[in-house]
Nanobody, 126 residues
């Protein structure tokens, strides 16, 4: 079983960047597809990006494509979400999740993921 911890959130001005980290203990993240999800106040949680195990295929929801990049770190227990050109509507709690089945594909649907971190708050405001 893998335990996930997110970090890197905070308060940032519109147009600036943040890098979130998803760090694992108990297992290597190379054994999982990793998804990044966010939940804004009063809204449902949505998948924003993911990266598969195996070939490292990625997926981005339309609202973040071209601004966010998901990648695996050189250390096998970390996955990053680089967020650029941040907007106020990106404000949310961001969580990472692990899917042991995602070989050469990844999903932005919550039910595909077995393990979740607690989340980190990202606030975009001037």
């Amino acid at each position: 079983q893998v335990q996930l911890v997110e970090s890197g959130g905070g308060l940032v001005q519109p147009g600036r960047s943040l890098r979130l980290s998803c760090e694992a203990s108990g297992s290597s993240l190379d054994d999982y597809a990793i998804g990044w999800f966010r939940q804004a106040p009063g809204k449902e949680r949505e998948g924003v990006a993911c990266i598969s195990k195996g070939d490292g295929s990625t997926y981005y929801v339309d609202s973040v494509r071209g601004r966010f990049t998901v990648s695996r770190g050189r250390a096998k227990n970390t996955v990053y979400l680089q967020m650029s050109s941040l907007r106020p509507e990106d404000t949310a709690v961001y969580s990472c999740a692990a899917d042991p089945r995602g070989l050469n594909y990844c999903s932005n649907f919550e039910y595909e993921y077995d393990y979740w971190g607690q989340g980190t708050q990202v606030t975009v405001s001037s």
